[in-house]
């Protein structure tokens, strides 16, 4: 762990930021906050600490994230997203964690390690256009009567997934599959199952789409303040939905480590992709790919030191990058960079740094190295 590059998160945002998102919901609806991913790279230990009790349930990918929430200390709901090893769920039934369930070899599993002390509690995941997990319509049946004639394993939920309601203004697609999950729901709940969790809202549904409410938001990137896509916002206000004021948790800073004169014409870095022109005063900065900064930041991007830009020169390396600091006035050794946040009038967002890198914000937060130190401030 380097004590020369940090994040810091904004001690109040995250419990506001549910906050905001809870307004757009119906009274009784519960919140599911994702923590996932190092909880996108914030930090899990931080953010379960200062989302308080605003969140009624936490949601991760893997069993060990849900093993780490309840080494914290978290006692309420966890429901795991992703698929559980078949050897190791009944450590899941142990810690009483949800399992969201598609395979038919999940529920024989969980049979022989549930008991009616400790029932096996899970979530039904539909699929409805994503691709990805879950269980088909034509198969949902047969999957529902598996889950009903294994002993001590109680449907707890039913969930989906929507695959296109974030990076377009059209959402048929998104329409589609509500239609298709509502028919999954009227398919249980003629069976005498419907389930008393149904959750299918990430951060844009929950905005833009009342409709897929259902009992419980589950929302991801907008607890950390971040919107999914700039399409989700122009949605909401050309809507005219309620547009939840979100407030970024996070920012990464550094310092400068060496300030050196470069004379007109030196190269810069591996490759030697830049070459000065004119006399350069270049500050070397601590972080590299290797803390998650994307080396395609290299010549494009910029930081911010004493309320100014300052360029990024040449390529980034692993642990150290360069900076044009010759039209900064008064820059010392040590003095704080940031990479993303705020100094001064100046602000670099996660999506400006995800434009440079040809990504999106969900990416630059999630591979901020998780060694590095969280800082609450």
């Known amino acids: ?95 009483d964690l949800r399992m969201i369930v598609f395979n038919r070899e999940s529920i024989a599993a969980l049979g022989a390690a549930a008991t009616a002390a400790r029932p096996a509690r899970v979530h039904i995941k539909i699929e409805t256009g994503t691709g990805r997990q879950g269980v088909r319509l034509a198969d949902l049946a047969a999957f529902a009567d598996l889950i009903a004639a294994t002993p001590h394993v109680i449907l707890d939920g039913m969930s989906t997934h929507y695959a296109n309601i974030e990076d377009t203004l059209s959402h048929d697609y998104a329409e589609k599959q509500v239609a298709d999950f509502n028919a999954a729901l009227a398919l249980l709940t003629d069976r005498g199952m419907k389930p008393p969790v149904i959750h299918t809202a990430c951060t844009a549904a929950s905005i833009l789409f009342p409709e897929t409410h259902y009992t419980m938001l589950r929302a991801g990137i907008g607890i950390y303040g971040l919107w999914p896509s700039r399409e989700t916002l122009q949605m909401a206000k050309v809507g005219r939905q309620f547009i939840p004021d979100l407030k ?27 070459k000065a022109a004119r006399p350069t005063r270049v500050g070397i900065l601590p972080v590299g790919y290797a803390d998650g900064y994307d080396r395609a930041l290299g010549n494009r991007a910029y930081v911010l030191v004493r309320g100014r830009r300052a360029p990024m020169l040449g390529r980034i390396c692993m642990n150290l990058t360069i900076t044009d600091m010759t039209d900064i006035p008064g820059v010392q050794l040590e003095d704080t960079v940031t990479l993303l946040g705020s100094d001064g009038g100046e602000r670099i967002s996660a999506e400006l740094m995800a434009e440079w890198a040809g990504t999106i914000n969900y990416e630059v937060v999630t591979r901020i190295s998780p060694f590095l130190a969280r800082r609450i401030v």
């Open 1 to 95: 762990m380097s004590s020369l590059v940090w994040v810091e998160l904004d001690k109040t945002a995250p419990a506001h930021n549910v906050r905001e998102l809870k307004k757009g919901a119906a009274p009784g609806v519960q919140f599911c906050a994702v923590v996932k991913s190092h909880a996108y790279g914030h930090g899990v230990r931080e953010m379960v600490q200062l989302l308080g009790d605003e969140p009624d349930w936490l949601g991760v990918n893997s069993l060990d994230e849900g093993l780490e929430l309840r080494g914290l200390g978290v006692r309420k709901p966890v429901v795991l997203l992703g698929h559980v090893p078949l050897a190791r769920v009944g450590e899941a039934v142990a810690a």
């Open 248 to 274: 970024p948790v996070l920012s990464w800073r550094t310092q400068v480590v060496q300030l050196k004169e470069l004379p007109e014409g030196s190269f810069v870095g591996y490759g030697c992709t830049f």
